[in-house]
């Protein structure tokens, strides 16, 4: 291979890898409340975003303008509704509060309150009305608040 050949894909490689370094510990941390697993031990978050960084690395060259970080949490999005449905058969609950929610509710909490999309860009993003995202939302917002305050009444009745 040429010099001329390998120059801009060193290039694109240092682009990407200076992205990943940038946006890898945030994207995994939305993957992880997706997948509800615990911080330390998320395997299936891992894949996910191992996948859709590298759906994001093939588009590279083609993103021209738009945001990689926006591209690959589109991709992780999209993988994880993918990943949710075909888990359902296989749903092992780990008592954890966001096992509480739908995959649905999940997707929608961790898009607009822990990545800040706009509720235009999320219910683009499900393929959702955006007065039903908002009323997803609302409710599983209420729900981790109905199931906190249960977790913290028990907690203090234990300890009574």
Do not use: K
Not at 84 to 96: F, K, Q
């Amino acid at each position: 291979m040429s010099d001329r050949q390998t120059a801009p894909r060193r290039r694109r490689a240092r682009e990407f890898e200076a992205f990943v370094a940038g946006a890898a510990p945030r994207l995994l941390h939305a993957a992880t409340l997706l997948t509800a697993e615990p911080p330390t031990a998320n395997p299936h978050a891992q894949r996910l975003l191992t996948a859709a960084l590298a759906r994001t690395y093939a588009e590279w060259d083609r993103l021209r303008g738009e945001d990689p970080y926006d591209r690959t949490r589109q991709e992780l999005a999209a993988r994880f509704t993918r990943f949710a449905r075909a888990a359902r058969r296989h749903a092992r609950p780990r008592g954890g509060l966001l096992d509480r929610l739908t995959p649905q509710e999940r997707l929608i909490l961790v898009l607009r309150l822990c990545e800040g999309v706009a509720e235009e860009q999320t219910a683009a993003l499900v393929g959702l009305p955006e007065d039903r995202v908002r009323a997803i939302c609302a409710r599983a917002v209420a729900a981790l608040r109905d199931a906190a305050g249960a977790a913290h009444a028990c907690g203090a009745r234990a300890v009574s």
